[in-house]
């Protein structure tokens, strides 16, 4: 069973710095694509950003692009999110996702494309 642990959210004030890490339990982790998904109170998962096995192919929401990078390392089963100039509305439970199937440019940033999951940590954010 594959499993993924996230680790690094917290409280920060507005304008600061957070990263993410995750880490998967299979040997197998290059042939896996990696996502960053979130969900605030009330609100629909969202996507955030995902990466393939190749770090040049990554894919972010375009609203967060520029603030948010996503990285991997293969040799430590991990992926990662840096968050800068964070904002309030940045507030949410994130979540790490894994999937090993192939997925369009479209599918790669809905979150039903994902196969694995991870418990989520929680990212405030004050203003």
């Known amino acids: 069973q594959v499993q993924l642990v996230e680790s690094g959210g917290g409280l920060v004030q507005a304008g600061g710095s957070l990263r993410l890490s995750c880490a998967m339990s299979?040997?197998?982790?290059?042939?896996?694509?990696m996502g960053w998904f979130r969900q605030a109170p009330g609100k629909e998962r969202e996507f955030v950003a995902t990466?393939?096995?190749?770090?040049?192919?990554?894919y972010y929401a375009d609203s967060l692009e520029g603030r948010f990078a996503i990285s991997r390392d293969n040799a430590k089963k991990s992926v990662y999110l840096q968050m800068n100039s964070l904002k309030p509305e940045d507030t949410a439970v994130y979540y790490c996702?894994?999937?090993?199937?192939?997925?369009?440019?479209?599918?790669?940033?809905?979150?039903?494309?994902?196969?694995?999951w991870g418990q989520g940590t929680q990212v405030t954010v004050s203003s």
């Open positions: 996702a894994a999937t090993n199937s192939i997925l369009s440019i479209t599918t790669i940033k809905e979150y039903r494309s994902y196969d694995y």
């Open positions: 299979e040997r197998t982790f290059p042939t896996y694509t």
């Open positions: 990466i393939g096995w190749s770090t040049d192919r990554s």
